[in-house]
């Protein structure tokens, strides 16, 4: 996902995915940490780059379970 805000400054970055944590005047602070948890949680990894003054974009990866795998589950 990308933006067109004005990206991140290495302060906000510091703290990005500290639960509780927001720039904004309304929310909790609670979505980017949440977002990570469960990510890392399956086995991936959430990142960001701040592409200052053009915005921010977010990547997340996730493993890919084998195929014999997947068949195990289905029978």
Same mark, same amino acid.
């Not at 805000?5 to 720039?23: R, Y």
């Not at 979505?31 to 959430?46: I, K, N």
């Not at 890919?64 to 068949?71: G, Y």
């Given at each position: 996902?990308?933006?067109?805000?004005?990206?991140?400054?290495?302060?906000? #970055?510091?703290?990005?995915?500290?639960?509780?944590? *927001?720039? /904004?005047?309304?929310?909790?602070?609670?979505?980017?940490?949440?977002?990570? *948890?469960?990510?890392?949680?399956?086995?991936?990894?959430?990142?960001?780059?701040? +592409? *200052?003054? /053009?915005?921010?974009?977010?990547?997340? *990866?996730?493993?890919?379970?084998?195929? +014999?795998?997947?068949?195990?589950? #289905?029978?």
């Amino acid at each position: 996902m990308t933006d067109v805000g004005e990206g991140i400054s290495d302060e906000v #970055a510091s703290q990005l995915f500290t639960p509780f944590f *927001t720039t /904004k005047s309304e929310g909790m602070g609670l979505g980017l940490s949440l977002c990570r *948890t469960v990510v890392e949680q399956h086995g991936g990894h959430l990142e960001f780059e701040s +592409l *200052t003054p /053009k915005g921010t974009v977010f990547r997340f *990866t996730l493993p890919v379970k084998s195929r +014999l795998h997947l068949d195990k589950i #289905a029978a």
